[in-house]
Nanobody
Framework: QVQLVESGGGLVQAGGSLRLSCAAS???????VGWFRQAPGKEREFVAA????????YYADSVKGRFTISRDNAKNTVYLQMISLNPEDTAVYYC????????????????WGQGTQVTVSS
């Protein structure tokens, strides 16, 4: 059983940065992990994903070049570094984990966290 806990969200001005963390209670060494977000009144959308080894990453076009996903398997933690934030990035951010990378990317991962709120003011 894996439990995921996101942290690092908050209120930031446009142009600012935040780093989100996704800490796993169980070992996720062999799991792919992804970040998703859901803004009020909108469907959840994919943000970024990383393979278990960290050797491959994938980003939504809307965040490419601004967000960076990384992981520290020794700490059972995956990060999402976000820079150049804009109000359109305001959402609840969730992390998800699954043994299958494609499953994570498609948003059907087995394990999900409760989310952390990111609010970007203009």
């Amino acid at each position: 059983q894996v439990q995921l806990v996101e942290s690092g969200g908050g209120l930031v001005q446009a142009g600012g940065s935040l780093r989100l963390s996704c800490a796993a209670s169980g070992r996720i060494l062999s799991y792919a992990v992804g970040w998703f977000r859901q803004a009020p009144g909108k469907e959840r959308e994919f943000v970024a994903a990383i393979t278990w080894s960290g050797s491959s990453t994938y980003y939504a076009d809307s965040v490419k070049g601004r967000f960076t996903i990384s992981r520290d398997n020794a700490k059972n933690t995956v990060y999402l570094q976000m820079i150049s934030l804009n109000p359109e990035d305001t959402a609840v951010y969730y992390c998800a984990a699954d043994p299958q990378y494609s499953t994570v990317v498609y948003g059907t991962g087995k394990y999900w966290g409760q989310g952390t709120q990111v609010t970007v003011s203009s």
